[in-house]
């Protein structure tokens, strides 16, 4: 069965399975050998489900992790609930212990189907007699919208009992959306909009996955409507386009929330509930697109138009006419409110973390990816960082995950070779997930890691600030991040300012490169 395992992912296009090795999925990690995918090891499972995240964020394909029973698949589960939070298409194995033991031995043994049913889409176990078409079920499963993750289970034995399957390469089911199939709810939603005086766009994810930024930015132009964006859909239409409006529930997200409010129809693109962080409080009307019917109901929409989301907006985009409904100045007097509001408790003569964004923003070659760890750092990194691509910002906003960061940045740098990959991140997910980093030295990564260092989960110490509360395990223990960084096969470099953080900012590595940024975290009091 290893060996169909292994044939089927490089016919799905699986380059890389990040994982972590344990007895019983020796054999698989042997079937690999010849032709792939290759197996690239992590420090930690957890770590290695986020590298495989990561690598399936930038490369819009599944991602795939392995582990072994037991401590490895425990270890596993937060990146695998990531995936499915986040939307994005992923397969974790785990091996188990013999099926002759497997329903009652107590030694390393959990109930993975259990142990994953709420964080996947499906979690199922091979059987060599099904095997063939379990593994068709989960992929189709993990990428079908909305993509997730999907948990397979093999026993030790079963990975070494040959069966056929699939080896010729015919049985792949397609992975990726639909490419223009269309559904209409509710009353002539195409009138709706035409009665709009002040309609804005709202794109995500869905939009990311139909690659609907051609049609999207066609629309936002003839239309005349702002186009504002959930985090993890930066880039679906350029930062740098007159009607890019701002990044939904990241820094100045009160700016954003006030054009909402005042639009009087908000179009979705694709955008998906799990993009909020403050709850939807405004009674602007909606007219929800998206490959998925509005079923989480997080917000009230009386009208949808559901299935390819590029497909969807070519459509109403031809069916569009009279004037454009705001004018590009408008759209520029919006971003300077925001902008203003963003660089808000800017301190000069201290590194604000609004400035360390905006400095490797600029620093960073055009097409480099650029993850962010979770914390106050990410919401300033949302909204300052200039995305003009998708998938080239990776943020977890689903399950966000401190943790995310570095390995998402680890399992870009391996899927994509040759591209500059940053990761911007908080002293405490850094913390986490530090020793990775000789994973970036063992496979000498083009990657340059900033650490917001401020001694503090600051996104947490502010909240019991705003209690009254006195700071209770909130502070990050300080250690010496360059020392640290050169002990693990990376170069490592301390500033704290802005001069010094352009000099140290360089894009053309064989080493990888650790800056700690030491930040003054006046500007998140500000503003959270
Ligand atoms: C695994 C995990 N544990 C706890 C949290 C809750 N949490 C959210 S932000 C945050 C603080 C992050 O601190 P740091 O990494 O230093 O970033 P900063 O807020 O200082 O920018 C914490 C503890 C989380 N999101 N994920
Ligand atoms: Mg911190």
Known sequence: MASLLASYLRQ??????????GESVVEFMEATRDGGPAIVAAVREASAAFMAEGAAMCTGQLGVCLSTLGPG???????????????????????????SREQFWTHQVVDHNRLFAPVTKLAARLEPRSADTVIRKALRTATA??????????TTDSFGITVTGSENGARVPPLAPAATTLDFYGAEPLRQLSQARRPVLLAGGGAVRCGATAALTRLAERAGMPVVVGAMAKGVISEDHPYFAGVLDMAGHRVIWDLLARADLIVTAGFDSVELITPWQIGTPVLHVDTTPNTDQVYPAATEITGNVAAALETIDAHWYGAQRWTPAEVAAHRAALRQAW??????????????VSTASEAAPAGTIVTADVGSHKIITGQAWVARAPRETLITNGLSAMGFGLPAAIGAAVSRPGTPVVCLTGDGGFAMTATELSVASRLGLNLVVVVFSDGSLNRIELHQQSLGYPLTATSVDRTDIPVLAESLGCDGVRVDSVTGLEKALDFRRTRPLVIEARIDPGQYSAQF
Not at 12 to 21: D, K
């Open 145 to 154: 919208e909305r993509p997730g993750a999907v948990h397979l289970t093999v």
């Open 343 to 356: 660089q808000d408790g800017y301190a000069s003569g201290r590194l604000n973390p609004s400035e360390v």
């Open 12 to 21: 799905a296009g699986t380059a890389h399975v990040f994982g972590y090795p």
């Open 73 to 99: 698949s425990t270890a596993l589960l937060n990146g695998v609930a990531s995936a499915t939070l986040d939307r994005i298409p992923m397969l974790a194995i785990s091996g188990q212990v013999d099926s």
